[in-house]
């Protein structure tokens, strides 16, 4: 209730352009993260598997409606590894390594969101920012987004960071603050989609990709049977 209010009079101050700004916001951010996942991880997929990035986005479903969910990359890693691993044939030598990897460091949706959010801010106060500026944004939000722990919410932390470096004012990030948590999991499932793009590419590059697998549609898909013996008297 207290937010709530605290939303609400900023925007009496601000005005109701700002809620179109929002908005516009949104989207742009929204599109770029679709176009990143959808275009520039299936074309290096593509480049450097020869392999069929319509599959591998396929395959990707369950982890990627995981992600969305959970906004943690931390907690998709299972089911990132069992992705890679059991329905695209990477092995798991490669997937345990890379996986945790990525979840740790390859956050583009992040940097993405703090480039974008940085601009808006700065409209949204009519700030102008210098191209030194904006050349900073660019380094920081990539530094930013590297150090930065795949739990929900903690890109808006890191934003403040990004903020700082340009002079822009930190209760900026209020405007965004309503619509973050939907973004924050769209991005999550940009972000696996990544991890899981280069756990192939680096398999099929070490001879540890089983094509056979990949191309399989089904694989993958039945539970996995655990079978014991029994121990001996």
């Known amino acids: 209730m207290v937010f709530f209010c ?6 009496t101050t601000i005005g109701l352009s700002a809620i179109v700004s929002l908005f516009a916001y949104f989207m742009v951010l929204v599109g770029a993260l679709v176009i990143h996942a959808t275009v520039t991880y299936t074309t290096l997929f593509r480049l450097f598997t020869g392999l069929n990035p319509k ?8 982890a990627v409606m995981f992600a969305f969910s959970t906004a943690s990359s931390n907690a998709t890693i299972p089911v990132s590894m069992e992705t890679a691993t059991r329905r ?3 092995d798991n ?8 990897l990525g979840a740790t460091i390859n956050m583009d949706g992040t940097a993405m969101m703090q480039g974008v959010a940085t ?21 920081t939000a990539t530094l930013a987004s590297i150090g930065t722990a795949g739990v929900p919410g903690v890109g808006l932390v890191m934003l403040a960071m990004v903020l700082n470096q340009v002079g822009l ?16 999991m769209i991005r999550t499932a940009v972000n696996i989609t990544g991890d899981c793009a280069v756990t192939c590419i680096v398999a099929k ?9 990949f191309n399989d549609v089904h694989a993958g898909e039945k539970d996995e049977e655990i079978h014991l013996r029994p121990a001996s008297q």
């Open 205 to 213: 590059s070490e001879g540890a990709l089983d094509v056979d697998t």
């Open 169 to 184: 004012p930190l209760e900026g990030i209020a405007l965004i603050m309503g619509v973050d948590r939907l973004l924050d």
């Open 119 to 139: 601009v808006f801010i700065a409209q949204a106060f009519n700030i102008d920012l210098s191209l030194s500026d904006y050349l900073t944004v660019i380094m």
């Open 88 to 90: 695209m044939g990477a």
């Open 55 to 62: 599959i591998f986005l396929k395959k990707m479903e369950d």
């Open 6 to 11: 605290l939303m609400a009079k900023l925007f």
């Open 93 to 100: 030598k490669v997937a345990s390594f890379t996986i945790p």
